[in-house]
């Protein structure tokens, strides 16, 4: 019997070894819960590529909670790049010759829903909220530019924390995003 329990956690284990979800529990009131979700789905090493191109994906109907979208559009492609070009092999001054796609977009669960995340994305980290209480997501997705084959996926989400500053707010969007890229190399 223990050889068959043995089996059958080995068996999960391998089964689960290529996705990361972290959820991070609300340790003080001020803090709002945040879920991450990360899977590659090709092997790849992000040193083999020189370059990004960015793809953002915009709902169409306006978001409630980004009165200003195309600065947070702004300000969290400019974190996608800081996180990952720290890690790649950009040759400064120098047309990339094997870029890496990265499609995002940022909405909240007043225009996206879990539904419709999974269906468009094919995930979600199901983060649960309390009634009354706004989600926001941040999806990611890395292409190989020369093929169009879909290398990895992330999701982060996390509830809305009223009285932050623009300041506090880009800071967990930055956090949540650095988690989600912390598996790559």
């Known amino acids: 019997m223990r050889t068959i329990t ?4 080995a068996a999960v284990s391998l089964a689960l070894a290529g996705c990361v979800s972290v ?10 819960p945040l879920s991450i979700t990360s899977s ?5 090493s992000l040193t083999n590529f020189d370059g ?19 600065g947070v559009y702004q300000n969290i492609e400019v974190e996608i790049a800081r996180q990952l070009s720290a890690k790649m092999n950009i040759i400064p001054d120098q047309l990339p010759l094997a870029p890496l796609i990265v499609r995002y977009g940022i909405a909240s669960d ?13 995930t979600t980290p199901g983060l649960v909220t309390e009634p009354g ?17 879909p ?4 999701v982060a989400q996390g509830t809305v924390v009223s009285g932050l500053t623009h300041e506090m707010r880009l800071a967990r969007a930055e956090a949540a995003i650095a988690r989600m890229f912390s598996s790559l190399k």
């Open 6 to 9: 043995v089996a059958v956690l």
């Open 23 to 32: 959820t991070i529990p609300q340790e003080k009131p001020q803090v709002a």
């Open 40 to 44: 590659p789905l090709h092997r790849f």
């Open 52 to 70: 990004l191109i960015f793809e953002p994906i915009i709902p169409e109907e306006a978001d409630p909670m980004f009165p200003n979208r195309q």
């Open 110 to 122: 007043s225009t996206v829903s879990d539904a419709e995340l999974v269906r468009f994305f094919g």
């Open 133 to 149: 209480q706004e989600k926001l997501t941040i999806a990611i997705a890395l292409i190989r530019a020369n093929t169009g084959d």
């Open 151 to 154: 290398l990895w996926k992330g």
